[in-house]
């Protein structure tokens, strides 16, 4: 085997590559000029903005730093697989990623993608749950509570739309 074999299969994933996937959509999509329909939620506040540029890079963000392909973490989450979904399930519970669940089509294309992040200390909790369905919509729901300062809701809700 090469040294150049050994490299390419020392770096393939071990889990499913969202960094890659969410980064080559947010690409996608901005060479698109995709707009969005998005309501915010805040601490019961709402706000709603129609046909808004996205710097989609940006807007996934969240959805990119979910990646769980780090050398170090390569047996610290449980698969489930079937024919439509994939479901990894960290194995520790100070794993800021601790759950997702991809479905995808017969094809093999992604139908739709679920996320949940939790970080926790002493100090601060938050949870996120993210969702993202391609070319349709996409939420992002964080909770965060900080001693001291108190607790945060947002909730993001947006329809792609072209």
């Known amino acids: ?15 499913i ?7 080559s959509e947010a690409e996608r999509l901005n060479k ?3 707009l969005v329909n998005k309501t915010i939620r805040q ?5 709603s903005k129609n046909k808004i540029e996205i710097d989609w890079l940006n807007e996934l963000s969240l959805f990119i730093s979910s ?15 079937n024919t439509v979904q994939s479901s990894y399930y960290a194995k520790d519970p100070n794993l800021r990623t601790r ?10 294309n992604f139908k739709r993608i679920f996320i949940k ?24 729901e964080k909770k965060q509570n900080v001693i001291l300062l ?7 809700e947006a329809e792609i739309i072209k």
């Open 43 to 47: 601490n019961g506040t709402t706000e």
């Open 150 to 156: 108190g607790k945060n809701s947002l909730f993001i």
């Open 99 to 108: 759950e997702i669940q991809v479905n995808k089509d017969q094809k093999g």
């Open 1 to 15: 085997m090469s040294c150049k074999q050994a490299e390419d299969k020392a770096q393939k994933p071990v889990y």
């Open 117 to 140: 992040n939790i970080n926790k200390n002493y100090l601060y909790e938050s949870t996120e749950v993210l969702v993202y369905i391609p070319d349709s919509i996409y939420s992002i």
């Open 32 to 34: 698109k000029k995709s």
């Open 67 to 81: 990646d769980i392909n780090k050398p170090a973490w390569k047996d610290s989450y449980k698969i489930t697989q």
């Open 17 to 23: 590559d969202l960094e890659t996937y969410f980064k």
